[in-house]
């Protein structure tokens, strides 16, 4: 059975850190992913890494702040976030699937976590 389970989130003050985890179980991608999802706002898209190469790509409201990486020997991605602002409060989602290109849209996802809320205080 596939499962990927976020952990990580919480309550932190702007320019606070938070270091977002899913860890996957039951099969191993070639290319994971992060999205979030603000009430009222669609899904969008946040970094997404290669299982092989390492190949990531960052949305350009996080780049310079976030880093996405993987620890392949745990099965696990991680998210890093610093320098949060008020604005990326959201729920976090950790999804994944299979393809030899760094997927960017939530349609292209086969495979997703619960969840993780984020909320960053002004």
């Known amino acids: 059975q596939v499962q990927l389970v976020e952990s990580g989130g919480g309550l932190v003050q702007a320019g606070g850190s938070l270091r977002l985890s899913c860890a996957a179980s039951?099969?191993?991608?070639?290319?994971m992913g992060w999205f979030r999802q603000a009430p009222g706002k669609e899904r969008e898209f946040v970094a997404a890494i290669s299982w092989s190469g390492g190949q990531t790509y960052n949305t350009d409201s996080v780049k310079g702040r976030f880093t996405i990486s993987r620890d392949s020997a745990k099965n696990t991605v991680y998210l890093q976030m610093n320098s949060l602002k008020p604005e990326d409060t959201a729920v976090y989602y950790c999804?994944?699937?299979?393809?030899?290109?760094?997927?960017?849209?939530?349609?292209?996802?086969?495979?997703w976590g619960q969840g993780t809320q984020v909320t960053v205080s002004s």
């Open positions: 999804a994944a699937d299979y393809t030899l290109v760094l997927l960017t849209t939530p349609a292209q996802y086969h495979y």
């Open positions: 039951g099969r191993t991608f070639s290319v």
